[in-house]
C-alpha cells in the first residue's frame, strides 16, 4: 500500500507542468480548502493534478496541488499559510520553477476567518465590521478575534 | 508613565503598568473627592452614556463620575433606545454621537461591538459591557478594591466562587489578575468550572492554582464570589442543589483569615447570606462605591485631562 503512494509520488514530482504553481507539503487533507481559496471548482478547463496522503519526508504526510496555467497573490498565500502553515508555493514557468517560496502567516489576517461566536460583531450582517483575527501563537495555532476575543485554533474559512 | 491609551475597551489591552498607572491614579481621585465632592476638571465637557442594554448601576456610576468632574450626560437606556436607533447600526449610530459627545460610554449585547465604535468614534469609548465579552471598568474597580485594601496585589492568596466557566468578571479579573505574583484557588459546581484555556494561560506564567467543588474558605485574602445562575442548568433540581451549596454564610466566615474581604460585583441574589453584610469581612458595598474614583480617573486620562 506504501508503496503504491511512494510510486505515485515519484510520478507526481517528476511530471511537470508547463506554466503554473505546485503547491507542496500542504497539511494532510487540506488541498480541497487550498482549492476553494483559489476558487477552483469542476469548471477548470486546464490540468489539475491533486495528491492526497502521500508520505513526507517533513510532515508525516501531506497533499500536494499541480495547478496549469495559474498564478497565485499574496492575499491567497495569507490564506493558505492559515491552514496549510507549512505548504511551498512553487511558480513554474517553460517547466522551469523560477520561484519558491513558503507561505508566511502574517501577524493579522483580515477578512478570511469566520468568527465561531455568532454573537460576535463580526457575524451581525449590518455592521461594517471584517473580520480580523490575530496570531496570539503560531505553533500550535492561536488566533483571536479582534473584536469578540474568542480563541481558536482550528480556523474555518469565510464562504 | 505616560498616558497613551485613547480608548478602553478591553482589560487584555493594559499592561501591568497601566493598570497600576490607573489604580495610582483613582486613590489620587478619591482623595480629592474626599477634599471636595465635586470638582471642575470636567467642566463644560459631555459624556454620552449609550445604553443599548439595561444596567442602571454601571450607568449611574459613570453619571455620578460625569457629574462630580463637573461634567455633563446625555444618553439612554435600553427602555429609551427608540425603534430608530434600534435599527441602526452600531456604526451609524456612533459616528452621529462622536459630534454630539466629548467621551462616549456604551453597553451593547452584542460581543465586540466596543471595538467596532471606537472605530468610528473620534471622541474617547469606555467600554461599558459587550455582552459576554468585556467590562473592563468593572475589573480596574475590582482590583483598586483590592489594592485599597491591602496595599497592593503582590503575594495575595486569591479564592473565586461562583460561576466560573461563563461569568465575564471572573474571566477579565483573572485576565487581569495573572499578570500578578498571586495565588488563586477556583472553587465552583463541576458543571461551572472554570475553562481549559483559562488554567492552561495561568499555570504557563507559573501561577499556583487550586481548583476545588467544595466551598472552603480557608487561607484567602479574598474571597471573590459570583452569582449561579438558574439558566446554566437543564435541570431545576440540579440548580437547587448546587445553589444551596456555594451560599456564604456565617458560618463558612470561621475558616476565614482575619484580614480576609469578600467582594462581589452585585447585584447579589443569594451566594451570600444577609448576615455577612455586617461582618467585618464584607467589602462589596465598597466596591461598588469604589466605581466612582476609578471611573473619574479614567474619563480624565482618556480626556487628556491631567489631575496630579
Ligand atoms: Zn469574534
Given at each position: 500500500m506504501i508503496h503504491v503512494a511512494c510510486k505515485q509520488h515519484r510520478e507526481l514530482k517528476v511530471e511537470m507542468i508547463?506554466?503554473?504553481?505546485?503547491?507542496?507539503?500542504?497539511?494532510?487533507?487540506?488541498?480541497?480548502?487550498?482549492?476553494?481559496?483559489?476558487?477552483?471548482?469542476?469548471?477548470?478547463?486546464?490540468?489539475?493534478?491533486?495528491?492526497?496522503?502521500?508520505?513526507?519526508?517533513?510532515?508525516?504526510?501531506?497533499?500536494?496541488?499541480?495547478?496549469?496555467?495559474?498564478?497565485?497573490?499574496?492575499?491567497?498565500?495569507?490564506?493558505?499559510?492559515?491552514?496549510?502553515?507549512?505548504?511551498?508555493?512553487?511558480?513554474?514557468?517553460?517547466?522551469?520553477?523560477?520561484?519558491?517560496?513558503?507561505?508566511?502567516?502574517?501577524?493579522?489576517?483580515?477578512?478570511?476567518i469566520q468568527c465561531p461566536n455568532p454573537k460576535c460583531i463580526t457575524n451581525k450582517e449590518r455592521e461594517p465590521a471584517e473580520s480580523v483575527f490575530l496570531v496570539k501563537q503560531k505553533e500550535p495555532l492561536i488566533l483571536r478575534c479582534k473584536y469578540c476575543e474568542r480563541e481558536i485554533s482550528s480556523p474555518i474559512m469565510l464562504s | 508613565m505616560k498616558w497613551t491609551k485613547k480608548h478602553i475597551i478591553s482589560i487584555n489591552d493594559f499592561s501591568r503598568d497601566e493598570i497600576d498607572f490607573v489604580l495610582e491614579k483613582s486613590e489620587l481621585m478619591e482623595k480629592k473627592l474626599k477634599d471636595s465632592k465635586t470638582s471642575s476638571l470636567m467642566n463644560g465637557r459631555i459624556l454620552a452614556n449609550l445604553f443599548f442594554e439595561p444596567s442602571t448601576r454601571t450607568r449611574m456610576s459613570f453619571e455620578v463620575a460625569m457629574k462630580r468632574l463637573g461634567g455633563m450626560t446625555v444618553g439612554f437606556d435600553d427602555l429609551s433606545v427608540s425603534s430608530e436607533v434600534k435599527g441602526e447600526t452600531i456604526a451609524d449610530t456612533i459616528r452621529v454621537v462622536s459630534d454630539y459627545a466629548d467621551v462616549v460610554v456604551m453597553r451593547h449585547p452584542v460581543e465586540g461591538s466596543a471595538m467596532l465604535a471606537s472605530e468610528y468614534c473620534n471622541s474617547p469609548v469606555i467600554n461599558g459591557g459587550d455582552g459576554a465579552n468585556q467590562h473592563p471598568t468593572q475589573t480596574l474597580l475590582d482590583l483598586y478594591?483590592?489594592?485599597?485594601?491591602f496595599?497592593?496585589?503582590?503575594?495575595?492568596?486569591?479564592?473565586?466562587?461562583?460561576?466560573?466557566?461563563?461569568?465575564?468578571?471572573?474571566?477579565?479579573?483573572?485576565?487581569?489578575?495573572?499578570?500578578?505574583?498571586?495565588?488563586?484557588?477556583?472553587?465552583?459546581?463541576?458543571?461551572?468550572k472554570a475553562p481549559r484555556q483559562m488554567i492552561k494561560s495561568l499555570v504557563d506564567r507559573r501561577i499556583p492554582v487550586k481548583e476545588s467543588t467544595k466551598l472552603n474558605l480557608r487561607d484567602s485574602d479574598v474571597v471573590y464570589v459570583t452569582r449561579i445562575q438558574k439558566e446554566r442548568f437543564p435541570d431545576p433540581q440540579e440548580y437547587m442543589r448546587v445553589k444551596d451549596a456555594f451560599i456564604i454564610d456565617q458560618r463558612s466566615l470561621e475558616a476565614l483569615r482575619d484580614t480576609a474581604i469578600i467582594m462581589h460585583p452585585l447585584p447579589r441574589v443569594s451566594e451570600i447570606s444577609a448576615g455577612v453584610d455586617e461582618t467585618k469581612y464584607a467589602r462589596y458595598f465598597e466596591q461598588a462605591k469604589n466605581g466612582i474614583p476609578v471611573r473619574m480617573a479614567l474619563l480624565c486620562l482618556v480626556s487628556g485631562i491631567k489631575f496630579w
Open positions: 508547463k506554466n503554473g504553481i505546485v503547491i507542496d507539503h500542504i497539511r494532510p487533507r487540506r488541498a480541497i480548502d487550498v482549492l476553494r481559496i483559489l476558487g477552483i471548482d469542476g469548471s477548470f478547463g486546464y490540468a489539475l493534478t491533486i495528491a492526497m496522503n502521500v508520505p513526507s519526508k517533513h510532515i508525516g504526510r501531506k497533499d500536494i496541488l499541480k495547478v496549469e496555467n495559474r498564478d497565485i497573490d499574496t492575499n491567497e498565500i495569507n490564506k493558505i499559510a492559515v491552514i496549510a502553515p507549512e505548504a511551498t508555493i512553487n511558480i513554474i514557468k517553460d517547466h522551469r520553477v523560477v520561484k519558491k517560496e513558503k507561505v508566511t502567516l502574517p501577524e493579522t489576517i483580515v477578512g478570511i | 478594591t483590592i489594592k485599597k485594601e496595599g497592593g496585589l503582590d503575594g495575595l492568596d486569591l479564592c473565586i466562587v461562583g460561576d466560573l466557566k461563563y461569568g465575564r468578571t471572573v474571566h477579565s479579573l483573572t485576565s487581569a489578575i495573572e499578570k500578578y505574583d498571586v495565588k488563586l484557588k477556583f472553587i465552583s459546581p463541576k458543571e461551572l
